[in-house]
């Protein structure tokens, strides 16, 4: 992939602490995340990765460390303020409203008003509909009506809605926690196809996974974290049987590329 050197990182996050307690949750993270690059972030449970990315998402504030969108150094008070900077975050439990019909949940908390009658917002329920429409056609997401109930989905329907929410209001960067957790193959087909649509649409996308294969299968790159560090940060390569080797041996220590004697990240 070509980067040029003039145009800056879409996310560069630098030695990013967080500690909970006693627990040093992060202990000086650095990740960066191009235009257009779909970024895999691995590690096991307590490894950091849902912690980094909610440091992202503005969920959590880094007790050190500066977070640079497109060069420019940003905080986040909450998820709002990362929104506001094309941040978006889809989460393992898809965080959809069972009993709203697509279309609602896609412009859940940013309905389109059509008129206002003192305090009471008339939504403009057709338009909230077409863009919905026009969205779901976009990504080639296949659902029937997008006046089916949420809750009338199937899983793989259902992250693909997230999905398709984090991105309708010109996100730069969408981050997936797990979404293929739970899915049948063929959900997590359709989804891993949703992914490399994306980022044929420009799309940065950082995607968290304990599924390997869905690493290997759409990530430019992986980073590896362990017990709150960085211990890999290269492009995926090679055949399955490689990478699923290389992998593991970063998340159970016997590899480490920033170690104490090396420790640049």
Do not use: C, W
Not at 210 to 227: K, Q, T
Request: hydrophobic share 40%; no cysteine.
């Amino acid at each position: 992939m070509n980067h040029t050197s003039e145009a800056a990182p879409v996310i560069e996050m630098r030695n990013i602490r967080k500690n909970f307690g006693a627990v040093q949750a992060l202990r000086g993270v650095n990740l960066t995340l191009h235009h257009n690059e779909v970024l895999g972030l691995v590690g096991d449970n307590a490894a950091g990765k849902s912690t980094l990315m909610k440091v992202l998402s503005g969920a959590y504030t880094p007790d050190e460390g500066d977070i640079l969108i497109e060069g420019q150094k940003s905080h986040f008070a909450n998820p709002m303020d990362a929104r506001r900077q094309g941040i978006e975050m889809v989460y393992q439990d898809y965080a959809l409203a069972n009993n709203l019909d697509v279309a609602a949940n896609v412009f859940l908390g940013r309905e389109a008003v059509q008129m206002k009658l003192g305090p009471i917002s008339i939504m403009d329920y057709h338009h909230m509909e077409q863009e919905t429409r026009s969205l779901l056609n976009r990504l080639k997401i296949n659902i029937a009506s997008v006046r089916s109930r949420v809750e009338r989905l199937s899983g793989g329907q259902r992250q693909a809605v997230a999905i398709a929410r984090a991105t309708a209001f010109n996100a730069k960067v969408i981050i997936m926690d797990e979404p293929t957790a739970a899915l049948s193959v063929a959900a997590i087909e359709k989804v891993l196809e949703l992914v490399k649509e994306l980022k044929s649409q420009g799309a940065s996308v950082i995607i968290i996974s304990h599924r390997l294969e869905d690493i290997y299968n759409v990530s430019d790159r992986m980073i590896v974290l362990r017990h709150g560090r960085k211990v890999s940060d290269t492009p995926v390569k090679g055949d399955i049987h490689e990478f699923n080797e290389r992998v593991v041996a970063y998340m159970t220590g016997a590899r480490d590329d920033f170690a104490e004697s090396n420790p640049a990240q």
